[in-house]
């Protein structure tokens, strides 16, 4: 496997992990909380969902450069997001990096575009 492979394999590899999280915290947010921290525990794991399911998709065997910035910046983002709304609820710490999160997330998918309009 070439470096440049592996990279992508490996936010494939991160995506999947991330969706399959997800499918645990979304378990738990419809059984073991109620409230503010069960909406906010769902919307994390849908965003989790969604873009490890993205990532999963489209990293494997992805070669471009700028493309692969994107995807990392999905991924980084997705956690800050995700992982800044789980802290709030269930460590009753900071969501201060929600909004990064998102704004990774957004870039992420701007990059993705750049760069498949390269192609």
């Not at 499918?23 to 919307?43: K, N």
């Not at 494997?60 to 995700?82: H, Y």
């Not at 789980?86 to 704004?103: E, I, K, Q, T, Y």
């Amino acid at each position: 496997m070439r470096r440049s492979e592996g990279g992508a394999a490996a936010l494939a590899a991160c995506g999947a992990l991330l969706a399959g999280m997800a499918v645990a915290l979304a378990a738990y947010a419809g059984h073991g909380v109620d409230g503010d921290a069960r909406a906010a525990l769902q919307t994390a794991a849908v965003y989790a969902f969604g873009h490890g399911l993205a990532l999963a998709a489209l990293a494997r065997g992805e070669r471009d450069g700028l493309a692969k910035l994107g995807l990392f910046a999905l991924l980084l983002g997705t956690l800050l997001f995700a992982g800044a709304l789980v802290s709030r609820h269930l460590l009753d710490g900071p969501s201060m990096f929600a909004p990064w999160g998102g704004g990774l997330t957004m870039l992420g998918w701007l990059l993705y575009a750049l760069a498949a309009l390269r192609r």
